[in-house]
């Protein structure tokens, strides 16, 4: 596929491309993942093409309000009902990010199997979402697992 002059082809191209936008250490680590995929036809995933996936489907937006919040009340940002498919493009799944305590954020909607942490929690309420305190003090604590699972994020 050609793209036009203005589609950033390197992966510093498109870290300038999304300045100001995106933290440049998780836009670079996201690259990373994504350059070293194919895609569903076998082909490599060339940086013109994760640009391409980054602005089609909201990917690490910091400003954004849909996606994944993590423990630390990092936001992994992607366009709605693409929380699936940006897990799939980490190498990782919902039951692994769920375990790990990460909160999915929709349309001022959260979901999060666990007490959220306060960072998380002023994060999810960052984007709309309302927090019932009393509900989330009957959630259970989060505690890591024993051995947890490596995660890029």
């Known amino acids: 596929m050609e793209y036009d002059a203005s589609v950033p082809t390197t992966v510093d191209e498109v870290v300038e ?15 990373g993942i994504l350059t070293g ?56 799944d919902s039951w692994q990010v769920e375990a790990a305590g990460w909160a999915r954020v929709a349309l ?17 309420e960052a984007c709309g979402c309302l927090v019932d305190r009393r509900e989330e003090d009957l959630k259970p604590e989060w505690t890591p697992p024993p051995e947890p699972a490596p995660l890029p994020f």
């Open 17 to 31: 491309w999304f300045s100001g936008s995106h933290d440049e250490a998780d836009l670079r680590l996201l690259l």
């Open 37 to 92: 995929q194919t895609d569903r036809w076998g082909d490599p995933i060339t940086p013109a093409r994760a640009w391409s996936l980054i602005v089609d489907h909201d990917l690490l937006y910091r400003d954004h309000h849909i996606g994944w919040v993590t423990r630390e009340g990092k936001m992994l940002s992607c366009a709605y009902a693409y929380h699936e498919k940006l897990l799939n493009h980490l190498g990782l």
């Open 108 to 124: 001022r909607k959260f979901q999060c199997a666990f007490r959220m942490t306060r960072a998380q929690r002023l994060r999810v």
